[in-house]
């Protein structure tokens, strides 16, 4: 198996985690970034504002999904 096919697997096992349990995390605002619901800004953007909608953070879990399959990582360049 290709070294990027292992990573994408990892990315969407964290996503179906994500998607079982809605209520434990939520959606950042300003960057679309899911983060655990206790955090209180967001470690990417700085932002304090987030969507805490279940539905919202199943949808955005599903897209960084399927975003992982064209997204070159800093791991696929070494
Ligand atoms: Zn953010």
Same mark, same amino acid.
């Given at each position: 198996?290709?070294?990027?096919?292992?990573?994408?697997?990892?990315?969407?096992?964290?996503? /179906? +985690?994500?998607? @079982?349990?809605?209520? &434990?995390?939520?959606?950042?605002?300003?960057? =679309?970034?899911?983060? /655990? +619901?206790?955090? @209180?800004?967001?470690? &990417?953007?700085?932002?304090?504002?987030?969507? =805490?909608?279940?539905?919202?953070?199943?949808?955005?879990?599903?897209?960084?999904?399927?975003?992982?399959?064209?997204?070159?990582?800093?791991?696929?360049?070494?």
């Amino acid at each position: 198996m290709p070294p990027e096919d292992s990573h994408l697997s990892e990315r969407s096992e964290k996503a /179906a +985690k994500i998607i @079982a349990h809605p209520g &434990n995390f939520k959606v950042c605002e300003g960057c =679309d970034s899911i983060v /655990a +619901k206790r955090v @209180a800004i967001c470690p &990417n953007c700085s932002g304090y504002r987030f969507d =805490d909608e279940s539905a919202r953070v199943v949808e955005q879990a599903t897209l960084l999904a399927s975003r992982a399959q064209t997204t070159v990582t800093h791991e696929d360049l070494q």
